[in-house]
C-alpha cells in the first residue's frame, strides 16, 4: 500500500508565505512524478505545479515566479514553497503522486488567503 500526507496549509495575510510539505510512504520503490493540485470552492480542481524525478518541472501560469516546486528522492517528499500569496490561492491544495502508472492522491491541506 502507499500512503501520502501532505501538511502546512494555514492562514496567512496577502502577501505572505507558506511552505507545504507531502510525504509518501510505504511500497514505493520509485515515483515518476509528484504534484500540487488546488481546488477553490465551486471551482474545479487545476494543477499548480508538478516535478519529475529528474526535477523538471511545470507551472499554471497564474502562480508562476511566485511557487516553487521541489523534491526530495531519498524521502519520496516534494515541498511547495509559496511566496507573494493572494486571496485567490485560497483552496485545498492536494498532493499527488505517479507510481508505476497510478496515480495516488493525499487527504488535502486547506491554504486560505485573507487579511
Known amino acids: 500500500q502507499v500512503h501520502i500526507v501532505d501538511s502546512g496549509g494555514g492562514l496567512v495575510q496577502p502577501g505572505g508565505s507558506l511552505r507545504l510539505s507531502c510525504a509518501a510512504s510505504?511500497?514505493?520503490?520509485?515515483?515518476?512524478?509528484m504534484a500540487w493540485y488546488r481546488q477553490a470552492p465551486g471551482k474545479q480542481r487545476e494543477l499548480v505545479a508538478a516535478?519529475?524525478?529528474?526535477?523538471?518541472?511545470n507551472y499554471a501560469d497564474s502562480v508562476k515566479g511566485r511557487f516553487t516546486i521541489s523534491r526530495d528522492n531519498a524521502k519520496n517528499t516534494v515541498y511547495l514553497q509559496m511566496n507573494s500569496l493572494k486571496p485567490h490561492d485560497t483552496a485545498v491544495y492536494y498532493c499527488?503522486?505517479?507510481?508505476?502508472?497510478?496515480?495516488?492522491w493525499g487527504q488535502g491541506t486547506q491554504v486560505t488567503v485573507s487579511s
Open positions: 510505504g511500497s514505493i520503490f520509485s515515483n515518476d512524478v
Open positions: 499527488k503522486v505517479l507510481i508505476r502508472g497510478l496515480d495516488y
Open positions: 516535478i519529475t524525478r529528474l526535477r523538471s518541472t
